[in-house]
T-cell receptor
């Protein structure tokens, strides 16, 4: 069964304290892995798509990496405005219509 | 960036009534749209996949007669919660898949969500 597991469930950091969020997955053929940011009461906001092991993408203080079993979202010198829930999702299978499965998310809180 | 518009943002209704939620892709055509349900502090649960011009594909445990999905055009999908009950109260989110150039760059964009409260 396809699964996506995110850890930790919650993470509290001091402003400027770098860390990483983990997304482990078990799928039958990875078509793509997605990272989203979600603020309370809003829909997820797209951050990155990764397609193959070894791929990396960066956006401001965020950097996403991918291996054959997991993905990391590294956050460097975070600011309070980076506080949000970060969701990982994977698209399994080989069809463009194959469904996307979400992890349970990591609630990130940055203290000033 | 691509925009997906979802309306209404919130709705309060009486038990037994029906509620329609609209999801529009404003600047791209979406042959596939998804509907999710999210409970507080939990992740998104896929309810159904909506394909333009064909019947929606529902996930196991989701009643297709209760959650009617229509994807009549490449930019609009609707979710109608029929005969709503308090247990249907939740945050509903739609998303639209945008594929750039033969699946080279595939992204899923989300609407802002609809908070449904059934009294």
């Amino acid at each position: 069964e396809d699964q996506v597991t995110q850890s930790p469930e919650a993470l509290r950091l001091q402003e400027g304290e770098s860390s990483s969020l983990n997304c482990s997955y078990t799928v039958s053929g990875l078509r793509g892995l997605f990272w989203y940011r979600q603020d309370p009461g809003k829909g997820p906001e797209f951050l990155f798509t990764l397609y193959s092991a070894g791929e990396e993408k960066e956006k401001e203080r965020l950097k996403a990496t991918l291996t054959k079993k997991e993905s990391f979202l590294h956050i460097t010198a975070p600011k309070p405005e980076d506080s949000a829930t970060y969701l990982c999702a994977v698209q399994a299978g080989y069809s463009s219509a194959s469904k996307i499965i979400f992890g349970s998310g990591t609630r990130l809180s940055i203290r000033p | 960036g691509a925009v997906v518009s979802q309306h209404p943002s919130w709705v309060i209704c009486k038990s037994g009534t029906s509620v329609k939620i609209e999801c529009r892709s404003l600047d791209f055509q979406a042959t596939t749209m998804f509907w999710y349900r999210q409970f507080p502090k939990q992740s998104l649960m896929l309810m159904a996949t909506s394909n333009e011009g064909s019947k929606a594909t529902y996930e196991q445990g989701v009643e297709k007669d209760k959650f009617l999905i229509n994807h009549a055009s490449l930019t609009l999908s609707t979710l109608t919660v029929t005969s709503a009950h308090p247990e249907d109260s939740s945050f509903y989110i739609c998303s639209a898949r945008r594929v750039d150039r033969v699946m080279v760059n595939e992204k899923l964009f989300f609407g802002s969500g609809t908070q449904l409260s059934v009294l």
